[in-house]
Nanobody, 119 residues
Framework: QVRLVESGGGLVQAGGSLRLSCAAS????????MGWFRQAPGKDREFVAG????????AYGDSVKGRFTFSRDNAKNMVYLQMNSLRLEDTAVYYC????????????WGQGTQVTVSS
């Protein structure tokens, strides 16, 4: 069982930056694909950044390309999401996700961290 705990969310003005962190425990971290998703009120959960099985590498959602950067530190069992040039529409609960690389899907989820971008 993999446990994921996100941190780093908060309130930020449009144009600002935040860095989200996700601490993973349980399982073998290096064998897991990792990613970030988000869900805004009234909207479906969407992929933000992380491993994409379809491409076989790190991918980004179209709305965050060039602004967000995904990274992972296998030595620390951590993943990060650096978010720059934040927009009002980036407001959402952000979730860290994990799944065995061989599984083809994410099925471990954190509790989420709220990111609110204000004007």
């Amino acid at each position: 069982q993999v446990r994921l705990v996100e941190s780093g969310g908060g309130l930020v003005q449009a144009g600002g930056s935040l860095r989200l962190s996700c601490a993973a425990s349980g399982g073998t971290f290096s064998r897991n694909a990792m990613g970030w998703f988000r869900q805004a009120p009234g909207k479906d959960r969407e992929f933000v950044a992380g491993f994409s099985w379809s491409g076989g590498s790190t991918a980004y959602g179209d709305s965050v390309k060039g602004r967000f950067t995904f990274s992972r530190d296998n030595a620390k069992n951590m993943v990060y999401l650096q978010m720059n040039s934040l927009r009002l529409e980036d407001t959402a609960v952000y979730y860290c996700a994990a799944g065995p690389a061989s599984s083809g899907t994410y099925y471990y989820w954190g509790q989420g961290t709220q990111v609110t971008v204000s004007s």
